[in-house]
């Protein structure tokens, strides 16, 4: 395998990209301009149309990962830990990495503070490399009230300078900040020996992040803030189906190019 390495990502002199994919192809259209493919736990509201990413198990994001994983030639596979597949208990955190591993994937990334530093530094014992994930964490969006941008009170500021050091100390590989403010991100960065990885953090992250339905525009009526769409292929799609329907109420497709004789 020629994908790139957890080493390859932390000695990178350039800014990393990253981008989500689900399918193997998307995954084979985005490989050759990331550095690091990640299957999220996004795909519980991109791909399954729900409200939020708790509903995601860890047999879709292990299905989801073969998928990429067919797709992809030299970027890393990172693979999202979904809601409630490492918090229980040590044993089940493992079992689940492992899952995801044997799936394809080079790498897990999991949510949360000082409260999973235990479980960083037993999977990464085991060989699993972990991504932290800090910021607007999706899984804990009640607890947030809401997608809301993390880290403006000093209290929460303070909190995140913290943990974003005890990921580190526990052995995870880079880390995620999502959808906090600029400011708080560079002074993060400025103190990680591991790559940041930005969404919503400003330009002073190590790399960028975006979840590529996002990023191509594939999605009507929603664009935060902190997304910048690429393309438009919503409205490619919408205008694409519409001449196709009206070529096959026409009678106007197939035509003899497409017909076997
Ligand atoms: O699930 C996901 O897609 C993510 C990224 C947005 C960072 O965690």
Redesign the pocket.
Known sequence: MNRKSILDLQNSKEKLV?V?AYDTTMAALVDAYSDIV?????????VQGKEN?LEVTIEDVAYHTRCVHRGLKQAHLVS?MPFLSYQVSEKKAVENAGKLLQAGAQSV?L?GGEEVTDIIFKLTQFGIPVMG?LGMT?QSVHKWGGFKVQGRSPERRDELLRTAKQVEEAGAYAL?L?SVPADLALEITGAAKIPT?G?GAGIDCDGQ???CYDLLGMIRDFKPKFVKQYASLSKMVESAMQAYAKDVKAGNFPEKEHTYD
Request: proline share 4%; hydrophobic share 50%; no cysteine.
């Open positions: 990253a989500t990640l299957v999220g736990d996004s795909l519980g509201m991109v990413t999202d990334k949510e994930h999706p995620v999502e990885i969404i992040i975006l979840v």
